[in-house]
């Protein structure tokens, strides 16, 4: 995803001070201050963003953060407390897609897609610190993205609203680092709130929240990082997307959005068996996160447990974005007591999540070690998340 290597799961984050202090032993001065911005789980609604449709993430409890300086001329200076580019200097005149490497294209593309909208960017120094890990499915790129865009909203004083906000980092995303894609991610970091989800709706961005609390529930929502890297700028996503926008298209429909369940069966007369199989996912996933909504609200969050299974054979079956290190842990964890699995993210490598009673966890956790060392596979990183906060100001 990046050149810079992984921040585990283990990595501690220096304290907000720690992080000041260091952008003033770095760059000669005090920050204008410092925000921060999570990362994302997914609970449910994979690839239905840029259909238009509903997803159901969460903001977590693992966070990007950047001290940031105003200069005075128009250069750019980046540093991270993990990356291996040492300070990394730019113009913000000669900001262009393909201008930039590793983790400096997501501020960077921020700032060039704050500047395209019309806003006055200030050349900045920034130090960044992570503990998302990156490359798992939780949105470490989006994390940075969020805590920059927060921060140069307010030392611009250009006022943009949350929804603005997220089609500039999409717009950072797609037309600079080259990823195209929608803009989950970017809403739940952005839109986020403790103890709930955020249930979204792609097409007008109206979000709700949703509480989604496991410990009442005696429940734990376990993130098992499999350490398969996944690329959303590589082909896999993008063919799926262009399968989705051919099936809408065929089925003359302005997105898959418009397509119910029961248009399923005349669907399979129109399209080819696999564009029928990657709509189908699509149709069936809007079904689930509304489902899920429901169960949520009615029965909270013991109640959820099929649709996530359910999500993921679509995503294994029909999309075909699964790999076999996340069927394994997704399996792994079923067949170990947890009561719901899927992977989470844009598929091809990342995270799987496992919906587990505590008295299971440890059961869980030993058995998808125990698969993975068996299998030959690279240990998997295995931690809990709780929804947290959005991103904010914190110095
Ligand atoms: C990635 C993208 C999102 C979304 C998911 C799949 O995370 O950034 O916009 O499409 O994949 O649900």
């Keep these: 995803m990046s050149a810079a290597p992984h921040p585990t799961a283990d990595s501690a984050v220096p304290g907000t001070q720690d992080l000041a202090a260091r952008f003033t032993r770095e760059f000669g001065a005090a920050p204008a201050g410092v925000w921060q911005a999570p990362g994302r789980v997914n609970l449910i609604g994979e690839h239905t963003d840029y259909n238009e449709g509903f997803v159901l993430p969460f903001a977590i409890d693992r966070t990007a953060r950047v001290a940031v300086g105003i200069r005075q001329d128009s250069t750019v200076r980046l540093l991270s407390t993990y990356g291996d580019q040492g300070m990394v200097s730019a113009s913000l005149d000669a900001l262009e897609p393909g201008s930039a490497k590793g983790w400096t294209k997501y501020p960077l593309g921020v700032m060039w897609a704050l500047r395209e909208r019309g806003i006055d960017v200030p050349g900045i120094d920034l130090l960044l610190d992570s503990d998302v890990p990156l490359?798992?499915?939780?949105?470490?790129?989006?994390?940075?993205?969020?805590?920059?865009?927060?921060?140069?909203?307010?030392?611009?004083?250009?006022?943009?609203?949350?929804?603005?906000?997220?089609?500039?980092t999409q717009r950072a995303e797609n037309d600079?680092?080259?990823?195209?894609?929608?803009?989950?991610?970017?809403?739940?970091?952005?839109?986020?709130?403790?103890?709930?989800?955020?249930?979204?709706?792609?097409?007008?961005?109206?979000?709700?929240?949703?509480?989604?609390?496991?410990?009442?529930?005696?429940?734990?929502?376990?993130?098992?990082?499999?350490?398969?890297?996944?690329?959303?700028?590589?082909?896999?996503?993008?063919?799926?997307?262009?399968?989705?926008?051919?099936?809408?298209?065929?089925?003359?429909?302005?997105?898959?959005?418009?397509?119910?369940?029961?248009?399923?069966?005349?669907?399979?007369?129109?399209?080819?068996?696999?564009?029928f199989r990657r709509v189908r996912h699509v149709v069936t996933e809007n079904d689930r996160v509304l489902?899920?909504?429901?169960?949520?609200?009615?029965?909270?969050?013991?109640?959820?447990?099929?649709?996530?299974?359910?999500?993921?054979?679509?995503?294994?079956?029909d999309f075909e974005i699964s790999c076999p290190e996340l069927d394994l842990a997704v399996d792994t964890a079923r067949a170990n007591g947890a009561i719901g699995a899927r992977m989470t993210g844009g598929g091809f490598g990342g995270a799987a999540i496992a919906l587990t009673p505590v008295a299971s966890e440890a059961k869980v956790r030993a058995a998808v070690v125990r698969a993975f060392a068996e299998a030959g596979y690279a240990a998997p990183d295995i931690f809990t998340v709780s929804p947290a906060a959005g991103a904010m100001r914190v110095a």
Aim: aromatic content about 2%.
């Design 135 to 168: 490359g798992a499915g939780l949105s470490s790129s989006h994390a940075i993205e969020c805590a920059v865009v927060t921060a140069l909203n307010e030392l611009t004083g250009a006022g943009l609203a949350a929804q603005d906000m997220v089609l500039a």
């Design 176 to 275: 600079f680092v080259g990823a195209p894609t929608g803009i989950m991610d970017q809403s739940a970091s952005l839109r986020g709130a403790k103890g709930h989800a955020v249930f979204l709706d792609c097409r007008d961005q109206n979000a709700t929240l949703v509480p989604f609390e496991t410990e009442p529930a005696g429940l734990v929502l376990l993130v098992i990082d499999t350490k398969v890297s996944h690329s959303h700028a590589d082909g896999g996503y993008a063919s799926r997307r262009a399968s989705c926008e051919l099936g809408a298209e065929v089925m003359g429909v302005k997105a898959l959005r418009d397509v119910q369940v029961g248009d399923l069966e005349e669907a399979s007369g129109l399209l080819d068996e696999v564009t």
């Design 291 to 317: 489902q899920t909504v429901e169960r949520l609200a009615a029965e909270g969050p013991a109640a959820i447990g099929t649709l996530l299974d359910a999500s993921h054979a679509s995503m294994r079956d």
